[in-house]
């Protein structure tokens, strides 16, 4: 038997009623946040991602779905949606044209992770990027977002925040930290030995305890913000004081995309084991221009939705609609064609084979229709058919034409 790639899930049935009521969800939060619908392709040149996500990252030194097409093209699946979307904000000159720009997207990422709870090597986001405001008030405001989003679904969270620093005082830090890293190089992993070349913040992301009990002591990029970062981060904890949204500062939060700067994110669940960060986010005023783009500072988040599902409290599905049965072989004829009317304004879901009233209230019960409609021989007999309401139990027999 062939079955699906490890890591790459069919969404089927309940779960994918669980997709369907979260994208409602974003995609109604994000309409009144301003955001407007964006998609695209799942396949890009692999520049891309190794000029934005960065070669220092995981996801381009090791989780890239990476090929040569049969023109000759190294490409790529998408391992994350902000690259594409810029990359289409700057092919259609966005950025020359000027002014505010608020896009959302959601579609599937592809990354060669060892899968695992929660870890999935094609899965799903729901994203948003903002383009062309320097305030921190749309950081905030994105926080704010992802907080709407989860509390509709009745999702609990905590964010985690940090500030990245900008061009001017994140070098002097990363001084700092090599300094440190040096005077600690005969205790820390290998991994760390390499990332200290590459790109020495993401020692502080590390999962060796060793390691963590030593950047515990590490330098903090907190202390070496300049007047603006340190503003900027200052405004935006009090903007989430106001609205009285907790957060914890988490000074080793780096997040695993390079193209970040100042304000960085991520929303944690306690709910869902090991891979717990179900949303993250943050500022990358410099990629739009790393890009060959005109300079413009822009913001987003992605929300993990497979790592959703399970804590998602769907509503009770509504009834709605038409079943329509028949009783006899010679009804079915007349059922197809009733039901196939009726499709012209409602939902309908016809049964193609005769079976008692009693399978017929089963199956319209099963697949919450509002109205079961059956015909036998003796409604046949009189032009009629017969109809129960499964909200209110009203049945009656009425004129075909009238139905
Ligand atoms: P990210 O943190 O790499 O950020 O991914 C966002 C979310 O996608 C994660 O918090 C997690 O819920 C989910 N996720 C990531 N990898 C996997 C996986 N292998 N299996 C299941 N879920 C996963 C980004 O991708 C950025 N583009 C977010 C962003 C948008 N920053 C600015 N704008």
Redesign the pocket.
Known sequence: MIRSLRGMNDILEEEYRRFDYFHKVACDVAGRYGFHYVETPLLEETALFRRSVGESSD?VGKEMYQFIDKGGNDVCLRP???AGVVRAFIQHKYDKKGGVYRFFYHGP?F?Y?RPQK????E?H?F???SFGIASVYEDASLILMVGDIFDTLGIGYTLQLNSLGCHECMPPYKEHLISFIEAHSEQICADCQRRKMTNPIRVLDCKNGECQAIYADAPKLMDHLCSSCSLDFKTLTARLDEHAFSYTIDTHLV???DYYSKTAF?FISSDIGA?N??????R?DRLIEFLDGKPTPA??????V??LLELIQLPQPEREGYYFGAMDAQSLPLILTLGQRKRRTDKAIIEYSAKSLKAHLKNADRVHARHCAVIGENERKQNGIWIKDLVTKEEMVIPIDSL
Request: net charge neutral.
């Open positions: 996801i994350e949606g902000t990422m990354r992770e929660g870890r999935l090597r899965f986001q994203g948003v990027e997040r695993g995309l991520e891979q960060a179900i949303a993250g986010g943050g990358y913001v987003g988040f992605a929300i993990g497979e790592r």
